[in-house]
């Protein structure tokens, strides 16, 4: 019996997925209506997003956010965060909280209305992105240290006499 990955799984599936979505949006030619390369940095407090525009789009781009994955069904609940000229390719988002957020960067169509191709790491983020840091934990088979001993108080009593 052949098994397969989980991760090769999913990687043909998304291939056969754009493959019919290219294919279906614009034949022979490979009309690809989405960014490529999207990826979601942390720093502080700042989701950092960047991604390598589609060249077949000359429009600009919007950016959503939210709480779950984006997909067909959640962009209409997505909060819309803003709009960017093609070629700028990144986009700094504060969010309200350290929750994890999911992220969708769509080009826009000549009517103004986005593509809604929903790629994960070339149009949406695949896993929330949170500004929390992780807590750490202990290796495995490693017993945590005990707490420090508290410092003995040391009191100091000086005397002076008088004649």
Partial sequence: MN??????????????????????????S???????RLRAAVRDSLIILTWTDSPDVKGDYVIYRSE??????????????GQ???????????????KPYFYGVFALASDGTPYQAFVPARSVTAIGISTAL??????????????????????TTTSTTTS
């Avoid at 397969?4 to 034949?27: F, M, V």
């Avoid at 070629?87 to 309200?96: E, K, R």
């Avoid at 005990?146 to 410092?151: C, D, E, K, Q």
């Fill in 3 to 28: 098994k397969r990955k989980p991760s090769a799984t999913i990687a043909l599936l998304a291939a056969l997925i754009i493959s019919s979505y290219c294919q279906d949006a614009g034949g022979a």
């Fill in 30 to 36: 490979g009309f690809a209506p989405f960014p490529s």
């Fill in 68 to 81: 779950t994955t984006i997909d067909a069904q959640s962009l209409p609940k997505a909060q819309r965060l």
């Fill in 84 to 98: 960017i000229t093609s070629g700028t390719q990144v986009y700094m988002d504060l969010p309200p909280d350290s």
């Fill in 134 to 155: 992780p807590s750490p934990k202990p290796e495995a088979g490693v017993a945590e240290a005990p707490p420090p001993a508290p410092l003995a108080s040391a009191s």
